[in-house]
């Protein structure tokens, strides 16, 4: 790319972002398909002004590497070692068995043995980019499918080593001489692997013993650029030094991340990662939606429809497959299945690798290339078409089907059911159980149910949306269900349920915010709770006090406030999505809370007059 048409490649591909995202995102499609879709406006296809996307992708990869670094900035070795049954369960046997199929296929179309494993191989591995952004925006991350999904990609990133180190082997027993690192060049066999393993043994070494104390140096300096151009150092270094020995920088970054997740830095280095990994993200959705060769596709398109078709069918059923091995319910083993079926950003850069290799024909890399980004671009429209279509249907969430009951029998029947047992609901049960009231519990979360069950809480797993679930915990006798997970769309799908099949149960209902109370309140819900409103106000009674007002007065005030917000929450729950007058008449009670507050502060003054008088 010339130096003076980056600023210019630059402004194209930001303002294609700033206007595909928010349209992208206001129809339902999330952001990556609108960084994909603006990929493809500033394309060669449609408007041509990105110019050089294949550099800019090149750049862009970088965004990946510093979402793994975050990755394993949230996993802890400990963390790792209990999900390692996950890890080399479920990604173990989707790679292998994905890449044996996908092996098997390449030798009957007349590719070489060597071509097959390769292709087989590099094809196996999804989108960790993608896949884990889509998951935080529908907030899957923390569900069964969300954990299966994490599992598989973890193994997938780890995979790419022996990849790396495979290809090249591949290559020579086809008779081609692969590329070496200039660095590794003349080494023999076992000295290019002790290299290899003391790069990671110095990763290791360095997060343990170097960089905590560097960043307590520079934490006394106080100054947070600081933080930010360590937190860049750590990442570019380490992938530099993974280039250098051939191996992958995104995996480097993923184990400096999990040697650092101890310390107790963690969090600011992930708060300065944070917006460059976003941007950089964005920029590589965006470079693959360019990079897409049209002309190739318009040259072979039944070729390439039937080839995309093929491989993400073939991927699905392996992963469904897996899913139902795994037990997974029916729900989320479709969004499992549909999350990862695509072909990964690895493989722009395990084709690029084959390429200097040597290992298949220009042709064949080329069309490659294309599947694995259409096969990326397809995937966020394939989650909204289950999304909206078929999980209605056939998946569990479909009101006729008789839906999957709790792995165990519930025992207990007991007056009060509390669905979502987090951080909310685990304190409702310490209050009640500290009361002398036992109640039902039940979480969708299996390890949160584990948890639970050892700090001595009677925990059942299960969706709470499901009408046989409830059914089994005593919906039927109880008096009242408390819904207090974490998911609004879940929430309110739990309310619908139970207010159908269980009119005799009162709902008390946890929500977020205003625009969530709307939303229940509307549902005829009238014990509504906004999960941070009481904290709130117990703070802004402190904040009066420490600033010499009078307890009494504080408190006071406080009741007022929260008496005059919930009754207007109420009285604005018809109007919230007319804009308009939903603004003219939050304005009007805000002044309204305000006059009230003044005017209760003059009486008290007041009163306190007449009563100095009174002892004069």
């Not at 490649?9 to 995102?25: C, G, T």
């Not at 497959?321 to 999350?339: E, M, V, Y």
């Not at 109880?478 to 309310?495: C, F, M, Q, R």
Request: hydrophobic content about 50%; charged content about 20%; aromatic content about 8%.
């Amino acid at each position: 790319m010339h130096e003076d048409s980056i600023f210019i490649q630059a402004i194209i591909y930001l303002a294609a972002a700033i206007l595909a995202v928010p349209i992208a995102k206001k129809l339902g499609l999330g952001s990556v398909l609108g960084y994909l879709l603006a990929g493809i406006l500033v394309g060669p296809a449609v408007l041509g002004l990105g110019e050089d996307s294949e550099s800019v992708l090149h750049f862009a990869e970088f965004g990946v590497v510093m979402m793994l670094f975050v990755i394993g900035l949230e996993l802890e070795p400990q963390s790792l070692w209990r999900m390692r049954k996950l890890i080399l369960g479920k990604g173990g046997m989707q790679v292998l068995l994905s890449a044996v199929i996908i092996a098997g296929i390449s030798l009957l179309f007349g590719l070489s043995m060597a071509q097959s494993i390769a292709l087989g191989l590099i094809l196996a591995l999804s989108s960790t980019a993608l896949v884990i952004q889509m998951l935080n925006e529908k907030g899957l991350m923390k569900t069964s499918s969300g954990k299966s999904a994490f599992a598989v990609l973890l193994f997938q990133d780890i995979a790419v080593i022996p990849i790396i180190a495979l290809l090249p082997l591949l290559a020579v027993t086809k008779g081609v001489g692969g590329e070496s690192h200039p660095m590794l060049e003349g080494l023999p066999a076992w000295a290019e692997t002790v290299v290899t393993i003391g790069s990671i043994v110095l990763v290791v070494l360095a997060g343990k013993f170097v960089v905590p104390p560097a960043f307590r140096i520079i934490a006394r300096t106080d100054m947070k650029e600081l933080f930010t151009a360590a937190a860049l150092l750590i990442v570019i270094s380490v992938s530099v030094l993974m280039t250098i020995v051939g191996l992958s920088p995104a995996l480097g970054a993923f184990i400096a991340g999990v040697i650092l997740a101890s310390s107790e830095y963690k969090h600011e280095l992930e708060n300065h990662i944070f917006p460059f990994k976003k941007l950089l993200l964005g920029l590589f959705f965006i470079a693959v939606g360019a990079s897409i060769n049209f002309a190739l596709i318009m040259q072979y398109p039944l070729q390439m429809v039937a080839f995309v078709f093929g491989l993400m069918t073939l991927k699905g059923l392996v992963l469904f497959g897996l899913g139902k091995s795994f037990r997974l319910n029916t729900d989320h083993n479709l969004i499992f299945a549909f999350c990862l079926c695509q072909a990964g950003e690895f493989g722009f850069v395990l084709f690029s690798f084959a390429s200097n290799l040597q290992m298949f024909p220009p042709e064949l890399i080329q069309f490659m290339l294309a599947a694995t980004a259409i096969s990326m671009a397809l995937t966020p429209l394939l989650m909204l078409v289950n999304e909206k279509f078929i999980l209605p249907n056939i998946g569990t969430m479909r009101e006729e089907e008789t839906p999957a009951v709790a792995e165990e029998e519930i025992e207990t029947k007991n007056a009060v059911i509390i669905a979502g047992f987090g951080t909310f609901g685990y304190t409702i049960g310490r209050y009640l159980k500290a009361n002398g009231i036992e109640a039902t519990y039940l979480d969708h979360d299996s390890d949160q149910v584990d948890l639970l069950r050892k700090t001595g809480f009677k925990v059942y797993y299960g969706d709470a949306s499901q009408e046989d679930l409830l059914k089994s915990a005593g919906a039927s006798e109880a008096k009242l269900l408390v819904v207090a997970v974490d998911n609004p769309e879940k929430t309110l799908e739990i309310v619908r349920k139970a207010k159908k099949y269980f009119p005799n149960l009162e709902l008390l209902v946890r929500v977020r915010n205003r625009h969530y109370a709307y939303e229940i309140l509307n549902e005829g819900i009238d014990l509504v709770y906004r999960e941070n409103l009481d904290t709130s106000l117990r703070m802004g009674e402190d904040i009066l006090m420490k600033l010499g007002g009078q307890e009494e007065s504080a408190k006071k005030a406080s009741r007022i406030f929260y008496e005059m917000d919930e009754k207007s929450l109420r009285e604005m729950a018809n109007i919230y999505k007319e804009k308009k007058s939903y603004i003219s008449t939050t304005r009007e009670k805000i002044k309204e809370i305000e006059d009230v507050l003044k005017q209760d502060k003059i009486q008290d003054i007041a009163g306190a007059s007449k009563e100095e008088d009174k002892i004069l």
